[in-house]
């Protein structure tokens, strides 16, 4: 394992506790409910649903379960197409196909690295079931314009906002626009539990679907209540919930919500502030943040001019002790992507991005002496280049 070896001192990423954490977890052990829907998996739902807010949070056990979710929410069926970028986690993507869609890549944008809305209409044909916007970095995608689309078309939005909690597009909460929205929790996100999510259920059509898909496909969640006598199979459901020990550290972390993304901006425009003068140069790119955005902080990239001088900086940095990675390798031109019939010529922005793109340490622990040396050590590669 690269985290392991001695050479390397600073990793990408480096799960951090922040509050109470371990007090959480002892009083959920001590009160003898571990399983989900206990009492701190209710106090991380209403903490969101005040926070963002939104109607109704199911927490789950990652995003992507919060993904598979929302497909089973919206019963999405084989056959249905999803409109979706092909620069994204595996999860956006898989999470459709497993009910059977046909995944329907559209272009993103070289500014904000997102689905370009622009190219979203004509991709639209009677099968088209739902879209599905990635706001990558935190970066909104262009909501007004999806969700005009989606109700002339009819269209079901789930925004997959893996990496946007917290982040705004034109004042509004990110994961609170479209029908539905999916957070993550896992280790490399802002907020933390090791392994945990949360689906925003933010139509409420789709209300009471939600709790008996999040439980197995039952009405239990009606019958913990005392609202049923009984609880019994309705629908096509799978087990979401986490372990409430999970959503005990989660409470911890959300309690100090915004203590760690102030921490994350100071990091952001630490490393904004000492790399522009290399984009001045015309030696990289930093990100740009458009005006109507307010971002989560949950990554910094760099954009080289080729692939070539990606690599070349990859492992300069890495030889350097410090664990920079870049991703993602574009779906459609994966092995099992390549089912969905796009060539790789077809995305060629996706795939200019993902060659290109370089993205640095980023942690709450981050030290400004260790991002100076991440710096220092990016500005010497440039002048030895
Ligand atoms: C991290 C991430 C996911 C998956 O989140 P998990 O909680 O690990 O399942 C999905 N989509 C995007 C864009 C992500 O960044």
Known sequence: MEQTDPKINIPFNRPFIIGNELEYIQD?????????NGKYTKKCQEFMEKYLPSPHMLLTTSCTDALEMSALICNIQPGDEVILPSFTYVSTANSFALRGAHLVFVEIREDTLNLDERLIEAKITKKTS?????????????????????????LTVIEDAAQALAAKYKGRNLGTIGDFGTFSFHETKNIICGEGGAISINNQKYRATADIVWEKGTNKREFSQGDVDKYEWLKLGSSFLPSDILAAFLYAQLENIEKIINRRQQIFERYHRALLPLERKGLLKVPSVPPECEISYHLFYLMLNDSQTRNALLHYLQSQGIMAIFHYIPLHSSPYGSRYGFKRDQLPITVRISER?????????????????????IETFFINY
């Open 28 to 36: 959920a052990v001590l009160s003898g409910i571990i399983s989900g």
């Open 357 to 377: 793109i370089l993205r640095l340490p980023f942690y709450y622990e981050l030290s400004e002496q260790d991002q100076d040396l991440i710096i220092d050590t």
């Open 130 to 154: 739902a879209i599905v916007p990635v706001h990558y970095a935190g970066v909104a995608c262009e909501m007004d314009m999806i969700m005009d689309m989606a109700a002339f078309y009819g």
